[in-house]
């Protein structure tokens, strides 16, 4: 699947600002692409390069 998070599969989204009004109204109909990054994930004892999220990046390299 593209463009998706290869650990929690956060795909785009669609958003909608309900406050606006008028001709302006167009513009508040949009899609919000996740926030993805390149990272090596080890699967299988080998080294894949992955697209995964940043939150998912932030849980996976903290360190306890």
Known sequence: MARSCAVCGKTSMGIFNPQSSGMNR??????????????????GG??????I????RRTLTRTA
């Open 26 to 43: 167009v513009r508040t109909h949009r899609r919000a692409e996740p926030n993805l990054h390149r990272f090596k994930l080890v699967k």
């Open 46 to 51: 080998k080294a894949v390069n992955t697209l």
């Open 53 to 56: 999220c940043t939150r998912c």
